[in-house]
């Protein structure tokens, strides 16, 4: 079964840390991974896409490594801000777009 | 640009009644699709257009009907609301399916 499934559920940081945000999928077969993120109240906005042959892609702070092998992604985010509070969605394309049930980001001063 | 805008922002409906919800881009992307958000899971996807006059269902569509008469819209209906519809309500566009998908802000829409 075509699965998306990120870790943590949750997770609460010290603005100015950093954090790294977990995505394992079982889609096949795969064309690209995508990273989202959803301020709340408000539809997703695009942070990075890769194809399988991509490593690494960033997007300013946002950094996305994939492991095609492994089939395993990680969004790193450096310095947080707290406009960084927000659900961050995983999502691996093939013939269709399956979407992870997010992470949910809180950052505090 | 305006990118991907949706109407309306908010909607209350009694369970049997029917409304449209609207959506537009301005980008001239061909690919146009509906996503159903709901607590806990992940986007799902009710139907899909691959370019005008052409639409097909996606992993949810019982209960919904798209339409594509032009590049630009794609209102989704919902024929006889039903409580389980009760969500918020994403369109999102795309040059094509492998590209990065723009969202519009959502409808909330409730059924009582």
């Known amino acids: 079964k075509n699965q998306v499934e990120q870790s943590p559920q949750s997770l609460i940081i010290l603005e100015g840390k950093n954090c790294t945000l977990q995505c394992n999928y079982t889609v096949s077969p795969f064309s690209n991974l995508r990273w989202y993120k959803q301020d709340t109240g408000r539809g997703p906005v695009s942070l990075t896409i890769m194809t399988f042959s991509e490593n690494t892609k960033s997007n300013g702070r946002y950094t996305a490594t994939l492991d095609a092998d492994t089939k395993q992604s990680s969004l790193h985010i450096t310095a947080s801000q707290l406009s960084d509070s927000a659900s961050y969605i995983c999502?691996?394309?093939?013939?269709?777009?399956?979407f992870g049930t997010g992470t949910r980001l809180q950052v505090f001063p | 640009n305006a990118g991907v805008t949706q109407t309306p922002k908010f909607q209350v409906l009694k369970t049997g009644q029917s409304m449209t919800l609207q959506c537009a881009q301005d980008m001239n992307h061909e690919y146009m699709s509906w996503y159903r958000q709901d607590p806990g899971m992940g986007l799902r996807l009710i139907h899909y257009s691959v370019g005008a006059g052409i639409t097909d269902q996606g992993e949810v569509p019982n209960g919904y009907n798209v339409s594509r008469s032009t590049t630009e819209d794609f209102p989704l209906r919902l024929l006889s609301a039903a409580p389980s519809q009760t969500s918020v309500y994403f369109c999102a566009s795309s040059y094509s399916l492998q590209d990065t998908q723009y969202f519009g802000p959502g409808t909330r829409l409730t059924v009582l």
């Open positions: 999502v691996v394309g093939h013939d269709k777009l399956i």
